[in-house]
Nanobody
Framework: QVQLVESGGGLVQPGGSLRLSCVVS????????VGWFRQAPGKVREGVSC?????????YYADSVRGRFTISRDNARNTFYLQMNNLRPEDAAVYSC???????????????????WGQGTQVTVSS
């Protein structure tokens, strides 16, 4: 059974940090591109950051998070991460992890076609 389980969300003050984790089971993580997406109330879901399934591990970051967020993966632990630093109120959203078979990071620009999704974790940025 395929599962993606996020953790690490919560309430943080502006300027603070959070680290999201996504633990997967039921498939070989190394064969999949992985990514983080977010959806704020009243907005469409958007790709935040993705990492390719290719050996080069190429990454994609949305312009709004580049330089503040870092995506990484540990295939041996069936886990990937999103380190979020210098959080802003506009980063508040439900963050979901996703996986897509043999894909590149460039597909992060769209939310369609991803094979598996987690249930989401809430990130709130407020003082």
């Amino acid at each position: 059974q395929v599962q993606l389980v996020e953790s690490g969300g919560g309430l943080v003050q502006p300027g603070g940090s959070l680290r999201l984790s996504c633990v997967v089971s039921g498939f070989r993580l190394d064969l999949y591109a992985v990514g983080w997406f977010r959806q704020a109330p009243g907005k469409v879901r958007e790709g935040v950051s993705c990492i390719s399934s290719n050996a080069d591990g190429a990454t994609y970051y949305a312009d709004s998070v580049r330089g503040r967020f870092t995506i990484s993966r540990d295939n041996a632990r069936n886990t990937f991460y999103l380190q979020m630093n210098n959080l802003r109120p506009e980063d508040a959203a439900v963050y979901s992890c996703a996986a897509r078979f043999r894909a590149t990071e460039r597909l992060c620009g769209g939310t369609h076609g991803w094979d598996y999704w987690g249930q989401g974790t809430q990130v709130t940025v407020s003082s």
